[in-house]
């Protein structure tokens, strides 16, 4: 196989017409990767990504082809997927108030455009989701906010709207799901393609605990830092030494923030899954 991309975490290979697409153990922060890896991360993120891409397929289809069709040493972490085109757009949802989406707030009273309630706080529940797209960076540089007409004038009207729609009704089938097995998802983005035919699949990773918040449910209380099961415990812990996101050289993570981050991981997993994690 040909590696055709090394994203900020996943690698992706083609084979044939297909791409493989493998899950490392790499960790970013602020669109940063990190040097030391969380291992066994790569399999929790696809196992959780797999079972979620079976809640949603009513919804929306998937990019995914086969979990088992993947070279041996890649087995677990790795998804054989179709080629997409991928929409340049990362669809950002949030339920919840808190990091980049409460700074801006703070400062302008709403995200993205979308206009907010005043004296709304750190975890506070919107009063419905709302869109909040941002660009889709490379590495090295920050995925940007976009107001929904942006994204229009990027994508097309029609694309744009279709882009909203699915991540709007994505966020909240899954965000009922998981406040039921103890789970608030305060916020999370979705990746989209168009494949050859046309059709419009969800793609990367979904609702997993590098690309969503994830909340003690029974914990949860606004004006406070919510306990998570997600990366933000690294973001926090990155931000606690002083490193800023355009430093010559990221820090390496302590073991004991290495276990902390992988025991988190696999919560989540087993809760929102009901699957113990071997």
Known sequence: MELIHRGKVRDV???GEDLVLVASDRVSVY????????PGKGKLLTALSLWWFEQLADIVPGHVIS?????AEFAGRAMRVKRLEVVK????VRGYLTGSGLAEYEKTGSVCGVALPEGLVDGSRLPEPIYTPTSKADIGDHDLPMTYEETAELLGADLAARIRDLALELYRRGAAIALDKGIIIADTKFEFGIDAEGTLRLADEVLTSDSSRFWDAAAWK???TQPSFDKQFVRDWAKSTGWKPDDAEAPEIPQAIVDATLARYIEAYELLTGRRWK
């Open 31 to 38: 669109d940063v990767p990190l040097p030391t890896p969380i």
């Open 13 to 15: 290979y083609a084979d």
């Open 222 to 224: 606004p004006g406070q």
């Open 67 to 71: 979990a088992e069709d993947v070279p």
């Open 89 to 92: 757009v990362e669809a950002v």
